[in-house]
């Protein structure tokens, strides 16, 4: 005999007054699971080619190639379901989906960014001692030094030589590829170094690359291991060691993204944070046939360092772009920019129960929850956060809600443990309604960050969801 189940009193009552945060695992169904395994497919591919700014950029403008995107003429007027994008100085990009309403009525904007912690060599990078050949480097980012020693490194970047030719660099993450390394201390010697506080277990001036131990045998001299591999620049590259000097050379694990786990539901890899809130927006955008509202995707640089600089959002780029677009419908920027809607995707630190003392356990992320909506970040008394209104979060709730989406609500952390910012205030500086919403992460700004593969499918839902509200 089958046994019926019946609800208690209170158990009813609770599921129509309690918030529940479920894992979202437990109710998706099996379509939506396999979606999301193809999905992550693509974004491992992403995060593989795509390890610094400017490969994240490039990598995205073929994306949008691909999709039938054109680049973007400030003086066309567009007519709905047009695709446009702009690759703005190699390192960011603004790509868009023209809407059948006016754009005076505004925008739906998803902003993510594509840089990511990491270590630069210095101008003047290049030193023998000792018989060793090493770079200096200043690290990017927020980053816990000593997670960055001996580690396989590669080098991405840039150098633009005497003549202004610029030539690229990519060496290490190829199979069979040199890498490179910065060197620890053996712990049998380390007495004095792990007296030292985490935080300068290992030094900035410390973080020295190791890039080669052969001298030049062809005669005597000083600093001949240096000298070989300039010779070796030099017929590689056809550089000299002035060229470091108008160079952007930037080290970055040189492992590739993989599943993690054995039932292989998270993705590890570097640099999720936060090309892991920037693939769903872009694909979901991508995605975007015709939308009622002009649907746009800001993949932005420089947030890791407070989005300083011309390729950061506290800088006119965005703003200069909606202002095109308003110019040719006969309207004005900022009156697009103040009826615009934000969602600022950027991801944020999840519930790890070795760590659990820094988190509010009510009001933290957690794997598989779904998508995280932050109506703030900053620290201490809100300090540097642009605080979500009631009104939005309704808005953006009812959204995630229809489209049938897990969810969760979450703070950076417990009060006063510490905190950060995103790219949302920079945004509200600009009169538009901004929240952030993102992808929880474990072990957030190291060379393995850790995510889940339920939550960047549902991320790139809420997204589609987003681009298709009327608002
Ligand atoms: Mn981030
Ligand atoms: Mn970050």
Same mark, same amino acid.
């Given at each position: 005999?089958?046994?019926?189940?019946?609800?208690?009193?209170?158990?009813?009552?609770?599921?129509?007054?309690?918030? !529940?945060?479920?894992?979202?695992?437990?109710?998706?169904?099996?379509?939506?699971?396999?979606?999301?395994?193809?999905?992550?497919?693509?974004?491992?591919?992403?995060?593989?080619?795509?390890?610094?700014?400017?490969?994240?950029?490039? !990598?995205?403008?073929?994306?949008?190639?691909?999709?039938?995107?054109?680049?973007?003429?400030?003086?066309?007027?567009?007519?709905?379901?047009?695709?446009?994008?702009?690759?703005?100085?190699?390192?960011?990009? &603004?790509? @868009?989906? &023209?809407?059948?309403?006016?754009?005076?009525?505004?925008?739906?904007?998803?902003?993510?960014?594509?840089?990511?912690?990491?270590?630069?060599?210095?101008?003047?990078?290049?030193?023998?001692?000792?018989?060793?050949? *090493?770079?200096?480097?200043?690290?990017?980012?927020? &980053?816990?030094?000593?997670?960055?020693?001996?580690?396989?490194?590669?080098?991405?970047?840039?150098?633009?030589?005497?003549?202004?030719?610029?030539?690229?660099?990519?060496?290490?993450? !190829?199979?069979?590829?040199?890498?490179?390394?910065?060197?620890?201390?053996?712990?049998?010697?380390?007495?004095?170094?792990?007296?030292?506080?985490?935080?300068?277990?290992?030094?900035?001036?410390?973080?020295?690359?190791?890039?080669?131990?052969?001298?030049?045998?062809?005669?005597?001299?000083?600093?001949?291991?240096?000298?070989?591999? %300039?010779?070796?620049?030099?017929?590689?590259?056809?550089?000299?060691?002035?060229?470091?000097?108008?160079?952007?050379?930037?080290?970055?694990?040189?492992?590739?993204?993989?599943?993690?786990?054995?039932?292989?539901?998270?993705?590890?890899?570097?640099?999720?944070?936060?090309?892991?809130?920037?693939?769903?927006?872009?694909?979901?955008?991508?995605?975007?046939?015709?939308?009622?509202?002009?649907?746009?995707?800001?993949?932005?640089?420089?947030?890791?360092?407070?989005?300083?600089?011309?390729?950061? *959002?506290?800088?006119?780029? %965005?703003?200069?772009?909606?202002?095109?677009?308003? @110019?040719?419908?006969?309207?004005?920027?900022?009156?697009?920019?103040?009826?615009?809607?934000?969602?600022?995707?950027?991801?944020?630190?999840?519930?790890?129960?070795?760590?659990?003392?820094?988190?509010?356990?009510?009001?933290?992320?957690?794997?598989?929850?779904?998508?995280?909506?932050?109506?703030?970040?900053?620290?201490?008394?809100?300090?540097?956060?642009?605080?979500?209104?009631?009104?939005?979060?309704?808005?953006?709730?009812?959204?995630?809600?229809?489209?049938?989406?897990?969810? !969760?609500?979450?703070?950076?952390?417990?009060?006063?443990?510490?905190?950060?910012?995103?790219?949302?205030?920079?945004?509200?500086?600009?009169?538009?309604?901004?929240?952030?919403?993102?992808?929880?992460?474990?072990?957030?700004?190291?060379?393995?960050?850790?995510?889940?593969?339920?939550?960047?499918?549902?991320?790139?839902?809420?997204?589609?969801?987003?681009?298709?509200?009327?608002?």
């Amino acid at each position: 005999m089958a046994t019926v189940e019946t609800k208690s009193k209170s158990e009813a009552l609770k599921e129509s007054l309690f918030l !529940q945060h479920k894992n979202g695992c437990l109710t998706a169904d099996d379509g939506f699971l396999r979606e999301a395994e193809t999905f992550c497919e693509g974004y491992k591919d992403f995060l593989n080619k795509g390890k610094t700014e400017r490969l994240a950029a490039a !990598q995205a403008a073929q994306l949008c190639e691909e999709h039938g995107f054109v680049p973007f003429d400030r003086n066309e007027a567009y007519a709905p379901g047009d695709k446009v994008y702009v690759l703005h100085r190699n390192k960011s990009l &603004i790509a @868009a989906v &023209i809407g059948t309403e006016p754009i005076a009525n505004g925008v739906n904007l998803v902003a993510a960014h594509i840089d990511s912690p990491r270590i630069d060599l210095k101008p003047n990078p290049l030193y023998e001692d000792a018989e060793l050949a *090493l770079c200096k480097t200043h690290y990017y980012g927020g &980053i816990k030094k000593y997670q960055w020693t001996a580690l396989p490194l590669s080098l991405h970047g840039v150098v633009v030589k005497a003549g202004g030719e610029k030539l690229e660099v990519h060496l290490g993450d !190829q199979e069979g590829e040199p890498r490179f390394v910065i060197n620890d201390l053996l712990p049998h010697l380390a007495t004095e170094q792990v007296k030292r506080t985490l935080n300068e277990g290992v030094k900035g001036e410390e973080l020295n690359v190791l890039v080669g131990s052969y001298p030049f045998r062809d005669d005597k001299g000083s600093e001949l291991i240096k000298l070989n591999i %300039l010779k070796l620049l030099h017929e590689k590259y056809g550089m000299v060691e002035k060229d470091f000097l108008s160079a952007e050379l930037e080290l970055v694990p040189a492992h590739a993204a993989c599943d993690v786990g054995f039932d292989r539901s998270m993705v590890g890899g570097y640099g999720q944070d936060d090309r892991v809130c920037a693939y769903p927006g872009l694909m979901a955008l991508l995605h975007t046939d015709t939308p009622k509202r002009t649907a746009v995707t800001i993949l932005a640089d420089r947030e890791e360092i407070g989005s300083e600089g011309n390729t950061g *959002l506290n800088s006119s780029f %965005l703003p200069y772009f909606i202002d095109d677009l308003a @110019a040719v419908q006969g309207t004005k920027g900022r009156h697009v920019l103040s009826r615009s809607v934000c969602l600022s995707a950027d991801v944020n630190a999840a519930f790890d129960p070795t760590f659990p003392d820094v988190l509010d356990k009510r009001n933290a992320s957690f794997l598989n929850h779904g998508v995280a909506l932050m109506k703030y970040t900053g620290s201490r008394g809100k300090s540097g956060t642009s605080d979500a209104s009631a009104e939005l979060m309704g808005r953006v709730r009812s959204i995630l809600d229809g489209a049938g989406l897990s969810w !969760q609500v979450t703070e950076l952390g417990k009060v006063d443990l510490g905190g950060g910012g995103t790219v949302a205030m920079f945004l509200a500086n600009l009169d538009i309604d901004v929240v952030d919403i993102g992808v929880p992460v474990l072990s957030m700004h190291s060379p393995f960050e850790v995510t889940g593969k339920f939550d960047i499918y549902t991320a790139y839902k809420a997204f589609c969801a987003f681009f298709a509200a009327e608002l």
